[in-house]
């Protein structure tokens, strides 16, 4: 998938939700989000016809490639955070900002940034 912070959001709310809830509902991802329930709408059907989630009704579930997609944009997201803690930004500074930075940051500046918390 080329980048699009949009659809990692919905990605990774829903797995969020996931890890929260039995089973997820459009309701629940809009409210996460503070979005409408129209925008999650669309962005439910964008992200099912790139094959990333499908529907049971009501219930939203990650396909096996939109899973591991959203365990990566949430990978980089706690480990930017988690980076910008060290250097000694706030907590919730560094929250909000690992937000913007998971959707933009390299492969390779990703690394280092592991590389650093490893130490």
């Known amino acids: ?17 996931s890890w929260e809830k039995p089973v997820v509902h459009r309701i629940d991802v809009a409210k996460k989000m503070n979005v409408s329930q129209a925008a999650v709408n669309k962005a439910m059907k964008l992200l099912a016809e790139k094959g990333y989630l499908y529907e049971d009704g009501k219930h939203l579930y990650l396909t096996q ?22 250097l000694g930004v706030s907590a919730p500074r ?23 918390l490893e130490k």
Do not use: P, W
Not at 2 to 13: A, P, T
Not at 72 to 79: A, D, F, I, L, Q
Not at 98 to 109: I, P, Q, R
């Open 65 to 86: 490639s939109g899973k591991a997609y959203a365990e990566e944009v949430y990978e980089k997201h706690c480990t930017i955070r988690d980076f910008l803690s060290a």
């Open 1 to 17: 998938m080329k980048y699009n912070q949009s659809s990692e959001d919905y990605l990774e709310s829903i797995l969020t939700l």
């Open 94 to 116: 560094a929250e909000e900002d690992a937000c913007k930075l998971e959707h933009l940051v390299s492969e390779d500046t990703f690394s280092a940034m592991k590389k650093f």
